[in-house]
Structures are given as structure tokens and as C-alpha cells.
């Protein structure tokens, strides 16, 4: 049996010494001052024991990871009505790009996109104040993760607030579409503070394991969603959750994993492990570059894949 601990820290080590880092997200203030020095890995195995190395602790912008979490909740709120709104293929484009949105009458290719995360804020904020709304999915994750210290960084939130010029540019354009329900600016407050949670690779890897458990955080535990949830939000974690690179993403990782522009990815091994990676340097598709490598490293060193005999 491959000893995970010993793996864990020999990732972080090579990672920790890799001249090629990619580049941090600059259109977000706040980002552009992160160290691209930085490498956390926490990989919670099914058995519930964690395995930790590098910054592991440190919290850092979760940005589109937080997608999985709203898109669970939405789901809880509007079940499968949701797909009216938001479609299920992957886009084969940038995370914020418009240009489908004209074709398709608004109605974006997946919940993953930003333009698709933008119409889940507006069904989470249906009938709620968008602070109210922002608490709810605050708590959710708390919960999830079974960690109350989880916070919103609010400098993060408003930085996207001013300079998010294409999610505003999406968002109104939705509207014309009449695919937004609320004002754009009330969705997209909701949106941007969903983006701005902060946490640790070992926070984001107990928040995950309702997906490697088929839909509970523990076995035995009450169900978060039913098995056939789980399955649908790991389905479309794999063929869209690193936007443009997803293929590329699955060829060579071969689990279901979400990206955020922050550098962090959750990837999901069901039955096997919930596992957070953070290096905040990206690759040309806004993925993180040494985060990827080290799933892949992880994934060739274990078997673990969801194509594996
Ligand atoms: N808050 C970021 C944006 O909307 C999220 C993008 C990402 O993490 O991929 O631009």
C-alpha cells in the first residue's frame, strides 16, 4: 500500500523546489500580492485520517472552488428546475468569457463557468438580502468543512466588486436575457463574496468529503445530498471544473476537480480521498500550475482515477 503521509511531503518537497511556477492572478488586487512561493497539499483519506504538507494551514482565496458549494446549495433549494436556467457541457472557453451567452440566449453552458455562477447566486438569493444569502452559504460551508473559523475576506470581495468589470458585463447581460431574476448588482454582491471565502487546503478537503462519500461527510453521517447528487456534482466537476483546460485537466489527473483563479483546487477521488492543493501560480488557462502537477503526481503514485480498472 502506498504510503500516503511520506507521498503527501514528497509532492510538497519537489513542488517547494520548482523553478516554474506560473503566474498569480493580477485582475484581482488583492491576489497579485500572494507569494507564488507558496504550496500547500491536505489529502483526507475515506478512512477520515488527513495527511498534511506545506501551507496546508494557511487560508487563501477558494475563488471559483466555491462554485461546488453554491451549486450544491442550489440544487438543495430548486432541484433539477435549475437546469432551465444553466446547461450541463462544458464550455471549451476562458472562465469569463461572453461570447456563448449570445447564441445560447443567455442561458450559460454550466454552473461553473462564471456567467453559470452568477445565475446560481441569483436562485441562492431568491426570497433572502443578499447578506443573508452570503450567510447561508457561509454556513454551509462551515458546516461542511465542520469548521466555524471560516471567513470571507472582505478586502477580496470588495476588490472584485471594483474591478469585476466582466462578471458585471455577464450579469447585465443575463438580465437582458431575462435569465437574472434580481438586480445584477444585488446577484453579483452575493457572487463576489462567495468568491472572496477564504480557507486552508485542510478546510477545503473536509468540505469535500461529502463528495467522495457518495453525499455524506462521514460514513453513517446525515446525507448533505442523496448518492445521485453526489455523482452529478463530481460529473460536473470533471467535465468543467477547469473551464477550457477540463479535458486536459481529466487526461491527466483523471478525477473530478474544481479550480479557482486563487490557486486552489479540490479534487475528489470517490471512496478514496478528498484532496485540496494551493499554489497561487497559474497556467495560461487560470488553473493552478504546480496544483495540477501535484495531482498528477499524487494520482500516478496511487492509481487513484475514476477511468482505473
Ligand atoms: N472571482 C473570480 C472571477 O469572477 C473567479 C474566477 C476563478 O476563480 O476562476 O473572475
Not at 267 to 286: D, E, K
Amino acid at each position: 500500500m502506498t504510503d500516503i503521509a511520506r507521498l503527501v511531503s514528497e509532492i510538497a518537497q519537489e513542488m517547494r523546489g520548482a523553478a516554474e511556477r506560473g503566474t498569480v492572478a493580477s485582475y484581482i488586487p488583492p491576489l497579485a500580492a500572494i507569494d507564488p512561493g507558496r504550496f500547500g497539499l491536505c489529502v483526507t483519506l475515506a478512512d477520515g485520517s488527513v495527511h498534511l504538507a506545506g501551507d496546508a494551514d494557511e487560508p487563501f482565496s477558494i475563488q471559483s472552488v466555491s462554485k461546488v458549494f453554491a451549486l450544491t446549495q442550489a440544487l438543495g433549494k430548486v432541484g433539477d428546475s435549475l437546469w432551465r436556467r444553466v446547461g450541463r457541457e462544458p464550455s471549451g472557453t476562458p472562465f469569463n468569457s461572453i461570447v456563448q451567452l449570445e447564441r445560447e440566449e443567455g442561458v450559460p453552458r454550466n454552473p461553473f463557468i462564471n456567467a453559470g455562477a452568477i445565475v446560481v447566486c441569483d436562485v441562492n438569493l431568491a426570497g433572502h438580502e443578499p447578506r443573508v444569502s452570503i450567510g447561508e452559504l457561509l454556513r454551509f460551508v462551515r458546516h461542511l468543512a465542520d469548521d466555524e473559523s471560516i471567513a470571507i475576506d472582505e478586502a477580496v470581495a470588495r476588490a472584485e466588486q471594483t474591478t469585476g468589470f466582466r462578471n458585471i458585463a455577464l450579469a447585465n447581460y443575463m438580465k437582458a436575457f431575462g435569465n437574472l431574476t434580481h438586480a445584477p448588482e444585488l446577484t453579483l454582491g452575493v457572487y463576489f463574496h462567495q468568491c472572496a471565502i477564504a480557507m486552508s487546503c485542510r478546510q477545503l478537503a473536509a468540505a469535500g468529503r461529502f463528495l467522495m462519500h457518495g453525499g455524506s461527510s462521514q460514513p453513517g453521517a446525515p446525507r448533505v445530498v442523496s448518492a445521485q447528487r453526489a455523482r452529478r456534482i463530481n460529473a460536473l466537476m470533471l467535465t468543467c471544473g477547469h473551464y477550457d483546460a477540463s479535458g486536459d485537466f481529466a487526461f491527466r489527473v483523471g478525477l473530478p476537480g474544481k479550480s479557482g483563479v486563487g490557486g486552489g483546487i479540490l479534487a475528489i477521488a470517490p471512496g478514496q480521498a478528498s484532496i485540496a492543493v494551493w499554489s497561487p501560480g497559474l497556467n495560461a488557462n487560470g488553473n493552478s500550475l504546480l496544483g495540477t502537477l501535484a495531482l498528477e503526481r499524487l494520482t500516478e503514485a496511487t492509481g487513484w482515477s475514476i477511468f482505473a480498472a
